[in-house]
């Protein structure tokens, strides 16, 4: 018989839960984008309180950066294989209570003399942070996708995730407000005043009041049905579990059914990573691994007041976040659902490239030329992150969500999003370096080397093109499908004999589906 809590909510219309569960979800990547991205203007405060105003080391910059990815990558490969082995309802609290008390523990860090002692210190918070975050990335778009219809499901992915626009703004306002409040409190007169050991601090506490206010919500949150019903077989509560929260017909037979002993389901046609899953699915996961997509957004020139320093980063992050990363999000969310994943991600690839191409290739001529002073380049860097967001960024996060079978979603989501942050870290780090200021009498006293940036800007537009093909070649078009469908017609397709645990050539997914 055919599941018909699936195909009654791939069919439900829009209503007040789905906005519900867009904002409970959305608040654990808006925690995430404040925790990830105030760190810029926090490092600016750090270097004025322990390192005399002087830039930080390259080497200790590259690493406060990447640790938090590390730890990102880390906890989408753990909590997106649990998410499938014993559930996403559970493992999304514990992501969340991971990055409430490690975002207090930032703020807590020891030590107030010894900068060795306290960059260590929050090293190792900001690694268990990123575990939380990591785990939230794979669990909040897979259970959104598992809750949404198929006609509206990428827009309300992509919604999730445009929450991190917003966060990249609070975290930035918030920034600013306390530089504004500490600096008139008593120190505006003094470059580094006592108090501003406890300004950085309080900005990374307070990420964790996003989170704290949405644990009870989002512990009230059912299983999704999917989840129930073919990982768990069990599609009586499936069925009661949808019906509790959401307004959707012709599953009364299904939840009102006493729960006696379903004939059993066949066993798992497959297991992860076993030749028949990388026939089917190999492709997609390469595909979604390898165009995983980060930015990081920039950081400014260093002021004489710690506060006013920390500000100025803090305000060009808020500028970026309102004019480019924010609108490419609600672009994404407008038109996901009707011209197509692949084709938002194509677009964005290549509008990138032209902007990485047309900022590297006259770079040395264009930097000697207007000494350093031409905005033209910050109009540059917003048109990045618009397309980057109406792009690449957005699409890796739902194209993931709805490729795979339900006992693989989280962990092949996990392992996408965790190849794109070990990306992340090369491309930061080498950044940095690529950026790293230089010393002597030429014209570029004080600036980035010319040449690596340049060089830098070519191998991004070289990654932005490469993008491009793998997306051309390898991505599929989930738009207007149904989760299930992927697997069914994939299954039915392969011809292959080599794991006789097929059930009439169909995984067990597909089997209860196939009458839909």
């Known amino acids: ?213 949405t644990f009870y919500w989002r512990m009230l949150m059912p299983e999704t049905a999917r989840y129930t019903a073919l990982v768990e077989n069990n599609i009586v509560q499936a069925a009661k579990d949808m019906q509790r929260v959401m307004s959707i017909s012709h599953i009364s037979d299904e939840a009102t059914t006493e729960p006696s002993p379903p004939p059993p389901l066949p066993p798992p046609s497959y297991k992860l990573f076993s030749r028949r899953f990388l026939r089917l699915h190999g492709r997609d996961l390469f595909a979604a691994s390898v165009n995983c997509h980060y930015s990081e957004k920039p950081s400014s020139s260093t002021n004489e007041n710690v506060y006013d320093a920390a500000f100025e980063v803090a305000k060009l992050g808020a500028i970026i976040a309102a004019c480019s990363t924010i609108p490419g999000y609600w672009f994404t969310v407008y038109f996901i659902d009707k011209i197509g994943r692949v084709k938002i991600q194509i677009m964005g690839f290549f509008f990138m490239a032209v902007v990485y191409l047309v900022a590297g290739i006259p770079y040395r001529w264009y930097w000697l030329k207007h000494e350093h002073s031409n905005k033209g380049f910050m109009v540059l860097y917003g048109l990045v992150f618009f397309f980057c967001n109406f792009g690449p960024n957005t699409t890796t996060f739902i194209i993931p969500a709805e490729l795979f079978p339900a006992r693989f979603r989280s962990t092949c989501h996990g392992i996408s999003g965790a190849a794109g942050k070990l990306g992340a870290i090369v491309g930061t780090v080498g950044f940095l370096w690529a950026t790293k200021k230089i010393d002597g009498n030429a014209i570029n006293h004080g600036y980035p080397d010319v040449n690596r940036m340049r060089v830098a800007f070519l191998i991004l537009g070289g990654v932005c093109i490469a993008g491009i093909f793998v997306t051309y070649f390898f991505t599929k078009e989930t738009m207007g499908r149904s989760l299930e469908e992927n697997e069914h017609e994939q299954s039915n397709n392969d011809e292959s004999e080599d794991e006789p645990q097929i059930v009439d050539g169909q995984s067990s997914e597909s089997t209860l589906l196939q009458t839909r």
């Open 1 to 213: 018989m055919p599941i018909k809590v699936l195909s009654s909510l791939d069919a439900a219309r829009i209503q007040w839960y789905h906005f519900k569960a867009i904002i409970v979800a959305g608040m654990g990547l808006f925690t995430d984008a404040y925790d990830l991205f105030c760190i810029a203007p926090v490092m600016k405060m750090i270097s004025h309180v322990y390192y005399n105003g002087d830039s930080i080391n390259t080497a200790v910059l590259s690493t406060s950066y990447a640790i938090a990815l590390l730890g990102t990558a880390t906890g989408q490969l753990v909590f997106g294989y649990l998410g499938d082995r014993v559930g996403r309802r559970r493992v999304y609290g514990l992501c969340l209570i991971i990055m409430i008390l490690s975002s207090f523990g930032c703020g807590f860090s020891v030590c107030t003399t010894r900068r060795s002692c306290v960059m260590v210190s929050l090293g190792f918070f900001r690694f268990i942070l990123g575990l939380g975050i990591g785990g939230d990335y794979p669990l909040s778009a897979t259970i959104m996708s598992e809750f949404a219809n198929k006609r509206t499901r990428g827009a309300f992915i992509a919604a999730v995730f445009s929450m991190q626009g917003l966060g990249i703004l609070v975290s930035s306002a918030v920034t600013m407000a306390v530089c504004v409040v500490f600096k008139i409190s008593g120190g505006g007169g003094l470059e580094v005043p006592d108090e501003a050991d406890l300004a950085w601090r309080l900005i990374l506490m307070i990420g964790a009041l996003p989170a704290a206010l």
